[in-house]
């Protein structure tokens, strides 16, 4: 995983008025799970699908194995997709479904058929082959989706969305499936999708896009940890933001001075005194006292609501100012704690576990993210 | 709804039981009660009809299989038939052949706006009587018309066109091109379009997409525009009698002869019946093959 297989260099596509993708670049390495995440109309799919050559880029390349691909019709392509509605043909069995894309590249029917019966049965599907398609189940149709895909021997594979359709938890079934799948065969994902728990357990390097633009690109500890924009904090959630100014350097100690109060910043801070900057507090980090003074950083809240979440709770409070904190607390934490709604409670964290948003937006490492 | 749990006066609208009940059936009636009317009454007296006599060129009730046993010992029925059922397919399958180019852009080319516009044009013909329309048809066909000035204008012959299977055909397919267009259109513009791309993204090519993936889709559709034209055609007297003139025996013009000639309604009945019938037959088989579905 260290050769770059698939090359993004500058995609950016209109629609009139309208930037579907205003600027994206990633190298992707042979092998790699990546994920692009972000909401609706974020440019994730309007991306994979100028991979797969259904939309054409206004600008940029794209590289596969070194070969420009970027201007070659859509059939010339070797980027299968597995598609969000799947897109399975009614009117074939699902054996026939399979041997599609063999049969377009002229393959012969023994060979045809030899292949497509291996991927049923390495699936799972092949009692299913002679059926219609639409009498399987959705899991069986998302493996007929992958089959057909998957029997044509791609280096890469696009998933837009390919869960979306499963219940819950058939969804998270066919994910352990999936990932076991994409590692013993070793090609190239590029996973398409708005949910979290997809991106963050499948992916080795997960692609966060907002309004057409990358805002972040990094595995998913990255940016579970150290979300680099507030849009990126605001979407991964679970994340107190506060914004305030820099101030002065005292006894070798810096501070931002917030609406509420002033809060101690981490050692390495490289702001100048009075710039503006948003500190941001994982919520596992910060603990709620009813007294104060058991915090280096500590701002009084009052207790809006619990949000029961399994095995923690997430307490939602508002400070003085009205500004919105999140802490997330065990249980058993959350009964000795004996406060309820509407109290007064004191949030505290250590000044190490809070950590300052890139607010101008940077290069990131295998990124070129230019100002259009 | 109204729940039965509600007290009746707690809903001032409440209607009668009995009027509740019926409302649905109300609503599903004129459809049976049509298809009765002018459907299984008229069929049941032709069937009732073709067992009756001709007596002194007055229609008697009877219980013979007389009008049966002419009509079938007639020497040139089979050749009617035939000849009216090919000539009707090929109609049907030219016409479906020609305007599929049309729908395919209309489905697949045009936006959504144009594609109305294009449809309200195809129906647009239907604003005149079909009568007026074969009788322009004439105008053109006929010898000294429009078509035979212009080719005598060049120094050619110039014969009349009337009479002749490009006239009927003419007629066919100003009867049903329209219905045509709109049936392929409306099968065409429901074809799934991710399919589609999916088909490309497999590896394709247009052609491939157009007979693997479009047409297999749009096949009911497409399949019902042919039968549609078919129908229309096999029963078509208009143009078989003023474009197609004597040239060509059909069913609808043998009927009309038998009762021209001598009153001969039963046997008229049995034509009419057998027509029934092969259209009946041929729907059936047609409509199955459309619905048709693998595995």
Same mark, same amino acid.
């Given at each position: 995983?260290?050769?770059?297989?698939?090359?993004?260099?500058?995609?950016?596509?209109?629609?009139?008025?309208?930037?579907?993708?205003?600027?994206?670049?990633?190298?992707?390495?042979?092998?790699?799970?990546?994920?692009?995440?972000?909401?609706?109309?974020?440019?994730?799919?309007?991306?994979?699908?100028?991979?797969?050559?259904?939309?054409?880029?206004?600008?940029?390349?794209?590289?596969?194995?070194?070969?420009?691909?970027?201007?070659?019709?859509?059939?010339?392509?070797?980027?299968?997709?597995?598609?969000?509605?799947?897109?399975?043909?009614?009117?074939?069995?699902?054996?026939?479904?399979?041997?599609?894309?063999?049969?377009?590249?002229?393959?012969?029917?023994?060979?045809?058929?030899?292949?497509?019966?291996?991927?049923? $049965?390495?699936?799972?599907?092949?009692?299913?082959?002679?059926?219609?398609?639409?009498?399987?189940?959705?899991?069986?149709?998302?493996?007929?989706?992958?089959?057909?895909?998957?029997?044509?021997?791609?280096?890469?594979?696009?998933?837009?969305?390919?869960?979306?359709?499963?219940?819950?938890?058939?969804?998270?079934?066919?994910?352990?499936?999936?990932?076991?799948?994409?590692?013993?065969?070793? @090609?190239?994902?590029?996973?398409?999708?708005?949910?979290?728990?997809?991106?963050?357990?499948?992916?080795?390097?997960?692609?966060?896009?907002?309004?057409?633009?990358?805002?972040?690109?990094?595995?998913?500890?990255?940016?579970?940890?150290?979300?680099?924009?507030?849009?990126?904090?605001?979407?991964?959630?679970?994340?107190?933001?506060?914004?305030?100014?820099?101030?002065?350097?005292?006894?070798?100690?810096?501070?931002?001075?917030?609406?509420?109060?002033?809060?101690?910043?981490?050692?390495?801070?490289?702001?100048?005194?009075?710039?503006?900057?948003?500190?941001?507090?994982?919520?596992?980090?910060?603990?709620?006292? @009813?007294?104060?003074?058991?915090?280096?950083?500590? @701002?009084?809240?009052?207790?809006?609501?619990?949000?029961?979440?399994?095995?923690?709770?997430?307490?939602?409070?508002?400070?003085?100012?009205?500004?919105?904190?999140?802490?997330?607390?065990?249980?058993?934490?959350? $009964?000795?704690?004996?406060?309820? @709604?509407?109290?007064?409670?004191?949030?505290?964290?250590?000044?190490?576990?809070?950590?300052?948003?890139?607010?101008?937006?940077?290069?990131?490492?295998?990124?070129?993210?230019?100002?259009? | 709804?109204?729940?039965?749990?509600?007290?009746?006066?707690?809903?001032?609208?409440?209607?009668?039981?009995?009027?509740?009940?019926?409302?649905?059936?109300?609503?599903?009636?004129?459809?049976?009660?049509?298809?009765?009317?002018?459907?299984?009454?008229?069929?049941?007296?032709?069937?009732?009809?073709?067992?009756?006599?001709?007596?002194?060129?007055?229609?008697?009730?009877?219980?013979?299989?007389?009008?049966?046993?002419?009509?079938?010992?007639?020497?040139?029925?089979?050749?009617?038939?035939?000849?009216?059922?090919?000539?009707?397919?090929?109609?049907?399958?030219?016409?479906?052949?020609?305007?599929?180019?049309?729908?395919?852009?209309?489905?697949?080319?045009?936006?959504?706006?144009?594609?109305?516009?294009?449809?309200?044009?195809?129906?647009?013909?239907?604003?005149?009587?079909?009568?007026?329309?074969?009788?322009?048809?004439?105008?053109?066909?006929?010898?000294?018309?429009?078509?035979?000035?212009?080719?005598?204008?060049?120094?050619?012959?110039?014969?009349?066109?009337?009479?002749?299977?490009?006239?009927?055909?003419?007629?066919?397919?100003?009867?049903?091109?329209?219905?045509?267009?709109?049936?392929?259109?409306?099968?065409?513009?429901?074809?799934?379009?991710?399919?589609?791309?999916?088909?490309?993204?497999?590896?394709?090519?247009?052609?491939?997409?157009?007979?693997?993936?479009?047409?297999?889709?749009?096949?009911?559709?497409?399949?019902?525009?042919?039968?549609?034209?078919?129908?229309?055609?096999?029963?078509?007297?208009?143009?078989?009698?003023?474009?197609?003139?004597?040239?060509?025996?059909?069913?609808?013009?043998?009927?009309?002869?038998?009762?021209?000639?001598?009153?001969?309604?039963?046997?008229?009945?049995?034509?009419?019946?057998?027509?029934?019938?092969?259209?009946?037959?041929?729907?059936?088989?047609?409509?199955?093959?459309?619905?048709?579905?693998?595995?």
């Amino acid at each position: 995983m260290t050769n770059t297989h698939l090359k993004l260099d500058g995609l950016a596509k209109s629609y009139g008025n309208f930037i579907a993708v205003e600027e994206f670049s990633l190298d992707i390495c042979e092998g790699e799970f990546i994920a692009i995440m972000g909401p609706s109309g974020c440019g994730k799919t309007t991306s994979l699908r100028m991979l797969a050559g259904l939309e054409t880029a206004d600008r940029g390349e794209i590289t596969l194995a070194g070969k420009r691909i970027d201007q070659l019709p859509v059939w010339e392509r070797e980027t299968p997709m597995v598609w969000q509605s799947l897109a399975l043909f009614p009117f074939m069995t699902v054996r026939e479904n399979v041997e599609f894309g063999l049969q377009m590249r002229g393959v012969a029917r023994a060979e045809r058929r030899r292949r497509a019966d291996d991927w049923l $049965e390495r699936l799972g599907i092949s009692t299913y082959a002679d059926r219609n398609v639409a009498r399987l189940s959705g899991g069986q149709r998302q493996r007929v989706a992958l089959a057909r895909s998957l029997v044509l021997e791609p280096k890469v594979l696009l998933l837009d969305e390919p869960l979306s359709a499963l219940d819950a938890h058939m969804a998270i079934k066919m994910q352990g499936e999936l990932k076991k799948l994409q590692r013993e065969l070793g @090609i190239t994902f590029v996973y398409v999708t708005h949910s979290h728990s997809e991106a963050f357990s499948l992916a080795d390097r997960v692609v966060i896009m907002n309004l057409g633009k990358v805002e972040q690109i990094g595995s998913p500890q990255d940016i579970f940890l150290r979300p680099r924009s507030k849009f990126v904090a605001q979407f991964v959630g679970g994340i107190s933001l506060l914004e305030g100014k820099v101030l002065g350097r005292e006894d070798s100690k810096r501070f931002l001075n917030t609406r509420d109060g002033k809060v101690r910043l981490s050692h390495s801070c490289g702001l100048a005194e009075g710039a503006a900057a948003v500190l941001a507090v994982r919520a596992d980090r910060i603990s709620v006292t @009813i007294t104060p003074g058991w915090g280096e950083n500590e @701002i009084a809240c009052t207790l809006v609501s619990e949000e029961f979440a399994g095995a923690v709770v997430n307490l939602h409070l508002e400070t003085a100012s009205g500004h919105s904190l999140v802490a997330q607390l065990q249980q058993r934490d959350l $009964e000795q704690l004996d406060a309820s @709604i509407g109290a007064r409670v004191y949030a505290s964290w250590h000044s190490d576990d809070g950590f300052l948003l890139d607010r101008a937006r940077q290069s990131l490492p295998g990124t070129k993210v230019r100002a259009a | 709804m109204n729940s039965p749990a509600l007290p009746a006066r707690t809903s001032g609208r409440r209607l009668p039981f009995l009027f509740r009940r019926t409302w649905p059936a109300l609503w599903i009636l004129p459809m049976p009660v049509w298809l009765l009317l002018f459907f299984a009454v008229p069929l049941g007296l032709l069937v009732a009809i073709s067992f009756w006599s001709v007596v002194n060129y007055r229609l008697t009730p009877d219980a013979t299989l007389a009008a049966w046993r002419h009509v079938l010992g007639l020497d040139f029925l089979w050749a009617s038939f035939w000849r009216s059922y090919g000539l009707s397919m090929a109609s049907a399958v030219v016409i479906s052949l020609l305007a599929f180019p049309a729908s395919y852009a209309m489905a697949f080319v045009a936006a959504p706006r144009q594609r109305l516009i294009l449809l309200g044009l195809a129906i647009a013909p239907f604003f005149t009587s079909y009568l007026v329309r074969i009788y322009s048809w004439q105008v053109f066909l006929t010898e000294g018309g429009v078509i035979s000035s212009i080719v005598q204008a060049f120094g050619g012959k110039g014969d009349s066109l009337l009479n002749t299977y490009f006239a009927l055909f003419l007629g066919h397919a100003t009867l049903a091109l329209p219905v045509v267009l709109i049936l392929q259109t409306i099968a065409l513009a429901n074809v799934d379009r991710t399919g589609i791309s999916a088909a490309a993204n497999l590896g394709a090519r247009p052609r491939a997409i157009l007979f693997r993936v479009i047409l297999p889709a749009a096949r009911p559709g497409l399949t019902l525009g042919l039968l549609f034209a078919f129908l229309l055609s096999y029963a078509e007297f208009v143009s078989a009698s003023y474009l197609g003139g004597g040239a060509f025996q059909t069913l609808p013009i043998l009927v009309t002869d038998l009762v021209r000639a001598g009153q001969q309604w039963p046997r008229a009945a049995v034509v009419s019946l057998l027509m029934i019938a092969s259209l009946l037959v041929t729907a059936f088989v047609t409509v199955l093959w459309a619905y048709r579905e693998k595995g």
